[in-house]
């Protein structure tokens, strides 16, 4: 079993950065592929950035690339997601989530987090 919590979140002006925490519980984090996802008022969940338990290997959605970057400490059970360039449609929920395999998919992870509430100004 893996609890998930996420903090980071907040309000920030277009063009800022902010960096988003997902601190797990659970002995099989560190075996874990981890997720990010989010989620707007009225719009389905999508997929944000996902990482392998080793960090080698890495994806991003295209809206993210090159401005977002994923990235885990095992020793603390803790995945970050490195947000710059913001923009006002990065405004979301932001969620965690933990599974047994990798993919873009929502239904593939088995874990999530209650998400931070991302808002950006313009």
């Known amino acids: 079993q893996v609890q998930l919590v996420e903090s980071g979140g907040g309000l920030m002006q277009a063009g800022g950065s902010l960096r988003l925490s997902c601190a797990a519980s659970?002995?099989?984090?560190?075996?874990?592929?981890t997720g990010w996802f989010r989620q707007a008022p009225g719009r389905e969940r999508e997929f944000v950035a996902s990482?392998?338990?080793?960090?080698?290997?890495?994806s991003y959605a295209d809206s993210v690339k090159g401005r977002f970057t994923i990235s885990r400490v095992n020793a603390n059970n803790t995945v970050y997601l490195q947000m710059n360039s913001l923009k006002p449609e990065d405004t979301a929920n932001y969620y965690c989530?933990?599974?047994?395999?990798?993919?873009?998919?929502?239904?593939?992870?088995?874990?999530w987090g209650q998400g931070t509430q991302v808002t950006v100004s313009s």
């Open positions: 990482i392998s338990p080793s960090g080698g290997w890495i």
């Open positions: 989530a933990a599974g047994a395999s990798m993919g873009r998919d929502p239904k593939v992870y088995d874990y």
């Open positions: 659970g002995r099989t984090f560190s075996r874990n592929f």
